[in-house]
């Protein structure tokens, strides 16, 4: 028999405790916590899959739990759900700061409880198989790149710098039905380890749905719109917002399609010119409107031609003064730079956004990647 996944409840109304464990334990191994300090104490006895907390409890609160919880290693990245009475927006905001899956407001209809549960539940599991399986696929793993990836004519090299312990930057590389190669970079909102481990998840969620409906010949367009729509149908993920862009490199053409989930535009540096163009074709942030569109653009890239796309970790980068790095100044590091190869070039641009910085600190995952036609 299949071990029952693992839900600790923590919550001081033994009215609702027990309504919580009828409507959960019929499917779910349930154990219970009257405050966050007897919840600590079992928390060192057992892993749960899931906490499920009220805020408003004696000896210790919600908040002060999920606070603590962030600062342990081992429960900093547990997923967290609030049921509570506290429904105004601040009370929300405030859970969602502290890097919690869900919030949810008594009194709870059954199906909405079982199906938030779920969807927190299969984000984790996702998250584990992705990451610590071995899947056998040919994705470009959210390695920190470092290496040189040939794709249809086309060579690609990338490097993610990541700020914190991880990245929440990403990254894909892998090929559709077509033979054509589909290029992902993306950034999610968020900072700390939390955010970082919900990054990760979100991913692999993204990359599921994405991933599929590329391999089987649809357009980057419409793959956007149709990820876009289960985003935003997905309640779990309201407060959360992505940048994301996509580049079809096709097999045997000079042509390239993009599309963009409000990324930085990428800069196109054209051989034959010796001008860095940017390519704008933005659509809105993924989760944002469910009605969104996202527009493509078709671009012939020259031998010699190069490529440029970074997260906002480089323009956003911070000197001592304050001064941010900038799109102009990216631009001119780019045209300085312009003959090195793909590996060498996104070298010689993350050293310049270094040294700008000199000793300020990254506030953010800096990722630089640099494609070129051969």
């Known amino acids: ?14 009215h609702f405790m027990k309504l919580l464990e009828y409507n959960l334990g019929k499917h779910y191994q349930v154990t219970k916590a009257v405050n966050g300090v007897q919840a600590l104490e079992l928390l060192e006895k057992i892993v749960p899959d899931l906490i499920i907390s009220d805020i408003m409890m004696p000896e210790m609160d919600g908040y002060t739990l999920k606070e603590t919880l962030r600062t342990k290693t081992g429960t900093d990245a547990m997923p967290f759900m609030f049921i509570t009475a506290m429904g105004t927006s601040n009370d929300r905001q405030k859970g969602f700061a502290l890097g919690i899956d869900d919030y949810l407001v008594k009194p709870v209809e059954r199906e909405t409880l079982l199906t938030r549960v779920r969807q927190i539940l299969d984000r984790a599991k996702i998250y584990k198989q992705s990451f610590f399986e071995d899947l056998k696929t040919d994705y470009v793993r959210q390695d920190c790149g470092g290496k040189i990836l040939t794709c249809n004519g086309f060579n690609l090299y990338f490097r993610i710098l990541p700020a914190d312990v991880a990245s929440g930057d990403y990254v ?7 033979g054509a190669s589909i290029v992902l970079m993306g950034d999610i909102a968020g900072k700390g380890l939390k955010a970082k481990y919900f990054s990760s998840t ?7 749905v994405f991933h599929v409906y590329l391999k089987n010949g649809g357009s980057l367009a419409d793959g956007l719109i149709q990820l876009n729509e289960l985003l935003c149908d997905d309640p779990s993920l309201e407060d959360i917002f992505t940048t994301l862009i996509c580049l079809k490199l096709g097999k ?4 390239i399609v993009s599309v963009s989930a409000g990324h930085l ?4 540096w054209s051989a034959s010119e010796k001008t860095v163009n940017l390519l704008e074709a933005r659509g809105p ?16 890239i020259g031998p010699d031609d190069r490529l440029i796309i ?8 911070t000197n001592m003064d304050g001064t941010l790095y900038g799109m102009e100044r990216l631009q001119e590091s780019v045209i300085r730079n312009s003959s090195l190869a793909p590996e060498a070039l996104t070298q010689a641009l993350l050293d310049d956004v270094s040294k700008f910085r000199c000793l300020t600190p990254a506030g953010d995952d800096v990722t630089v990647m640099v494609i070129s036609r051969f």
């Open 252 to 255: 045997d053409s000079s042509q």
């Open 1 to 14: 028999m299949m071990k029952r996944e693992n839900i600790l409840i923590v919550e001081d109304d033994p």
């Open 265 to 268: 535009p990428v800069l196109w």
């Open 172 to 178: 894909e590389v892998f090929t559709c039905m077509d």
């Open 285 to 300: 942030l993924l989760g944002l409107d469910e009605e969104a569109v996202f527009p493509e653009t078709e671009t012939p």
């Open 310 to 317: 970074t997260s906002d970790g480089v323009i956003e980068a």
């Open 202 to 208: 979100y991913w692999a969620y993204m990359k599921t």
